[in-house]
């Protein structure tokens, strides 16, 4: 959940990059956990 959120935080408040690409293209974000 903590990884879930601190992803979701960087993508959409801290990534400059992808608030440009949201100006003129549909972003779809995926998270996959996978166990060690």
Request: charged share 30%.
């Amino acid at each position: 959940k903590k990884i879930q959120k601190a992803v979701n935080l960087s993508v959409t408040k801290y990534c400059g990059v992808m608030e440009m690409f949201r100006q003129f293209a549909e972003v779809e974000i995926e998270i996959f956990f996978h166990e060690l």
